[in-house]
Nanobody, 125 residues
Framework: QIEVEESGGGSVQAGESLTLSCAGS????????MGWFREIPGNDREAVAV????????NVADSVMGRFTISVDSAKNTVLLQMNNLKPEDSAIYYCGRSYSCDPSRLQLYPTTYWGQGTQVTVSS
């Protein structure tokens, strides 16, 4: 059974930082893809960042370029989303997804993708 669990959300002021963490079970291997997506209630889920653990290929959405960074920790069992200079428009529920196939250049995780329950990020102006 594949499990995905996010943590690290919260409420901050504009300009502040947060780090989201995504833990996977079983352990993430080099063939895994992971990504962060976000959703505002009533809107479609949008891709924020994707990483292919095998070669470290990453990509982030234009809306967060230069502010957000996706990375894998040394144990390759946790994916981090470092979010700096947060803006009110970054407020959303952030979901971590895990897949065996992806295209970071297209910010896509391909089926079957396993999702966590999401973590709320709220940025106040």
């Amino acid at each position: 059974q594949i499990e995905v669990e996010e943590s690290g959300g919260g409420s901050v002021q504009a300009g502040e930082s947060l780090t989201l963490s995504c833990a996977g079970s079983p352990a993430v291997s080099d063939r895994k893809c992971m990504g962060w997506f976000r959703e505002i209630p009533g809107n479609d889920r949008e891709a924020v960042a994707v990483i292919y653990v095998g070669d470290g290929s990453t990509n982030v959405a234009d809306s967060v370029m230069g502010r957000f960074t996706i990375s894998v920790d040394s144990a390759k069992n946790t994916v981090l989303l470092q979010m700096n200079n947060l803006k009110p428009e970054d407020s959303a529920i952030y979901y971590c997804g895990r897949s065996y196939s992806c295209d970071p250049s297209r910010l896509q995780l391909y089926p079957t993708t396993y999702w966590g329950q999401g973590t709320q990020v709220t940025v106040s102006s």
